[in-house]
């Protein structure tokens, strides 16, 4: 069975910073950057002072064969849709580009690598917590 995670934008710097998740990106089939937490990234980066090396070491990443940017996709946004009714109907929100991660997760079947236990809120989206 092919193991597919899905990088939330605290796991690509936690990663980044002390390795922290780098035995799940090592044995994943695909890792899958949703291009929402490129966004996230791009904007931390540019707040930065390190923004030329963060960007150069993101690239490098990106040009790794089992790594792949995913696009958010109708199906997506059907996905999104779905999950964020049923967080208002229990009172549950999250951020909302947090909906999308996750949405964009369990439209690939991945597992989200995320430190952020708020995920857990939406049982269709299996987290890998560490």
């Known amino acids: 069975m092919e193991l597919i995670v899905v990088l939330d934008t605290n796991a690509y710097s936690d990663w980044r910073r002390s390795g922290r998740w780098h035995d799940?990106?090592?044995?994943?089939?695909?890792?899958?950057?949703p291009v929402i937490v490129l966004g996230e990234l791009y904007h931390g980066f540019h707040k930065g002072s390190q923004h030329e090396q963060n960007l150069a070491r993101l690239n490098e990443f990106l040009s790794e064969p089992q790594v792949e940017v995913m696009a958010a996709t109708r199906r997506s946004a059907e996905i999104y849709g779905e999950f964020l009714v049923?967080?208002?109907q229990r009172g549950t929100p999250l951020p909302t580009n947090d909906i999308w991660i996750?949405?964009?997760t369990h439209e690939c079947a991945g597992r989200l690598i995320s430190r952020d236990a708020h995920f857990d809120r939406l049982p269709q989206v299996a987290r890998v917590a560490g």
């Open 86 to 88: 049923g967080l208002q």
């Open 102 to 104: 996750a949405a964009m």
């Open 24 to 33: 799940w990106i090592a044995i994943a089939d695909r890792v899958v950057v």
